[in-house]
């Protein structure tokens, strides 16, 4: 048994998001419950997920790449259906101006 994660099966891996996450001071958030007047629904929002083509290079074995670049900030690497359950994370820095 993994503990780390599922097995995933390979028709699940089309399923590859990339979703951007919510900086809290100590934490991070990924919104997946979106309440309105008289309203709610569950899921990842389609604004937080980025375009991306995914390729496979070998048996199991994939890349994931944005369509553009990625903002500044926390992201999630994760599957559809999911709401962010697990994953693997990792961030994008500002870039510093070169003088």
Do not use: C, W
């Amino acid at each position: 048994m993994n503990l780390a994660g599922p097995d995933i099966s390979n028709d699940k891996t089309t399923e590859l998001l990339i979703v951007r996450m919510f900086k809290e001071k100590d934490h991070r958030e990924l919104q997946f419950v979106h309440t309105g007047f008289m309203s709610a629904r569950s899921g990842i929002d389609s604004k937080d997920v980025a375009d991306a083509t995914l390729t496979k290079v070998a048996d199991r074995t994939y890349t994931l790449v944005p369509k553009a670049d990625l903002k500044p900030g926390e992201y999630l690497v994760t599957f559809r259906g999911t709401n962010g359950s697990y994953g693997f994370d990792f961030g994008i820095r500002q870039r510093r101006k070169v003088r």
